[in-house]
Nanobody
Framework: QVQLVESGGGLVQAGGSLRLSCAAS????????MGWFRQAPGKEREFVAT????????YYADSVKGRFTISRDNAKNTVYLQMNNLKPEDTAVYYC??????????????????WGQGTQVTVSS
């Protein structure tokens, strides 16, 4: 059974930083492209960042480029999202993804696609 467990969310002032973690189990972590998505109230889930299985290639949404950094530790089966210079518009539930959604930079429904339960990030102005 695949499990993705996010942690590290919270309340932070604008300009602050947070580091999200996603611990994976039940899958061959090093073989999966991993990603982060977010969903704000009343909005659709959107792509934030992706990192390929080797960790050597990353992709970011334009809205977070230069502020967020995705990384992974295949020995720990964990993917991270370092978020700096946070803005109120970054407020959302952040979800970890393993598989097709991360590979294609959009939420998908497929057999090889897994989601965490989400962690709330709130940025106050």
């Amino acid at each position: 059974q695949v499990q993705l467990v996010e942690s590290g969310g919270g309340l932070v002032q604008a300009g602050g930083s947070l580091r999200l973690s996603c611990a994976a189990s039940g899958l061959t972590f090093s073989s999966y492209t991993m990603g982060w998505f977010r969903q704000a109230p009343g909005k659709e889930r959107e792509f934030v960042a992706t990192i390929r299985w080797s960790g050597g290639t990353t992709y970011y949404a334009d809205s977070v480029k230069g502020r967020f950094t995705i990384s992974r530790d295949n020995a720990k089966n964990t993917v991270y999202l370092q978020m700096n210079n946070l803005k109120p518009e970054d407020t959302a539930v952040y979800y970890c993804n393993a598989g097709d959604s991360a590979s294609w930079f959009q939420p998908l429904s497929s057999d090889d696609d897994y989601w965490g339960q989400g962690t709330q990030v709130t940025v106050s102005s």
